[in-house]
């Protein structure tokens, strides 16, 4: 008698109670639970799946290089500074949010907007030399509109560019998530002007269902 093969597919994890959460909020929930990078994430310490983003990104274009100094926008809760610590290491990597994050060795951490002149100063008052890398994993809050929501993300694309042009030093990268919807082309047409390579991409780790992608470019011409 033949003996059954053993999957090993994961079995799929089920909420224990419902109770007092929204449909989509159950939804949400479950896919988390069930979700690969959620689970690698947690294993290896990562605050967030999204590290494996940069990473992806990173092991493509190879631009968090040992000395170079990166800035985090949007860095709560963390996940990619982590990342940027492993590879360009300690006290190389300074992030910004309006939401305070707890603290990560290794990371010197500001909070504030990113966008306002006195932050901007107090991080050149930081750094001991010219940026590398900028990076931005922002998101505005869905409302549930594409268009909209494509025009927010966006938005924080362009302040991100902005604060870039300020701190890159020359050949610099400059990476950031965005929406598909129209809008990217611009920005894409614009950083071409001061980069000298500028390409999409969507890692592996980024859902197939999502519309986002991040645009990197390398090179920077001041």
Request: aromatic share 8%; net charge positive; charged share 25%.
């Given at each position: 008698?033949?003996?059954?093969?053993?999957?090993?597919?994961?079995?799929?994890?089920?909420?224990?109670?419902?109770?007092?959460?929204?449909?989509?909020?159950?939804?949400?929930?479950?896919?988390?639970?069930?979700?690969?990078?959620?689970?690698?994430?947690?294993?290896?310490?990562?605050?967030?799946?999204?590290?494996?983003?940069?990473?992806?990104?990173?092991?493509?274009?190879?631009?968090?290089?040992?000395?170079?100094?990166?800035?985090?926008?949007?860095?709560?809760?963390?996940?990619?500074?982590?990342?940027?610590?492993?590879?360009?290491?300690?006290?190389?990597?300074?992030?910004?949010?309006?939401?305070?994050?707890?603290?990560?060795?290794?990371?010197?951490?500001?909070?504030?907007?990113?966008?306002?002149?006195?932050?901007?100063?107090?991080?050149?008052?930081?750094?001991?030399?010219?940026?590398?890398?900028?990076?931005?994993?922002?998101?505005?809050?869905?409302?549930?509109?594409?268009?909209?929501?494509?025009?927010?993300?966006?938005?924080?694309?362009?302040?991100?560019?902005?604060?870039?042009?300020?701190?890159?030093?020359?050949?610099?990268?400059?990476?950031?998530?965005?929406?598909?919807?129209?809008?990217?082309?611009?920005?894409?047409?614009?950083?071409?002007?001061?980069?000298?390579?500028v390409v999409h991409f969507k890692p592996p780790s980024s859902r197939k269902?999502?519309?986002?992608?991040?645009?990197?470019?390398?090179?920077?011409?001041?």
């Amino acid at each position: 008698m033949k003996k059954k093969k053993l999957s090993t597919r994961p079995l799929a994890v089920r909420l224990k109670t419902t109770r007092k959460r929204t449909l989509s909020s159950q939804k949400w929930l479950t896919r988390q639970l069930n979700d690969p990078y959620v689970q690698k994430a947690t294993a290896a310490g990562y605050r967030s799946r999204a590290a494996y983003k940069i990473i992806e990104i990173d092991d493509k274009f190879k631009f968090l290089k040992p000395g170079a100094f990166v800035v985090d926008l949007g860095a709560a809760p963390g996940g990619w500074s982590q990342v940027a610590v492993e590879r360009s290491g300690r006290e190389c990597v300074f992030a910004i949010d309006l939401v305070p994050i707890d603290p990560l060795e290794g990371v010197t951490f500001i909070c504030g907007d990113f966008s306002e002149s006195q932050i901007v100063q107090q991080l050149r008052e930081t750094l001991p030399k010219a940026v590398q890398v900028v990076l931005s994993d922002m998101a505005a809050s869905s409302i549930g509109h594409p268009q909209t929501d494509h025009l927010r993300i966006m938005a924080l694309a362009d302040e991100a560019f902005a604060f870039a042009q300020d701190v890159l030093a020359p050949g610099g990268v400059f990476v950031a998530k965005v929406l598909r919807g129209g809008a990217e082309k611009d920005l894409l047409t614009l950083l071409k002007k001061y980069f000298d390579k500028v390409v999409h991409f969507k890692p592996p780790s980024s859902r197939k269902d999502s519309a986002e992608m991040y645009v990197i470019a390398l090179g920077f011409r001041p």
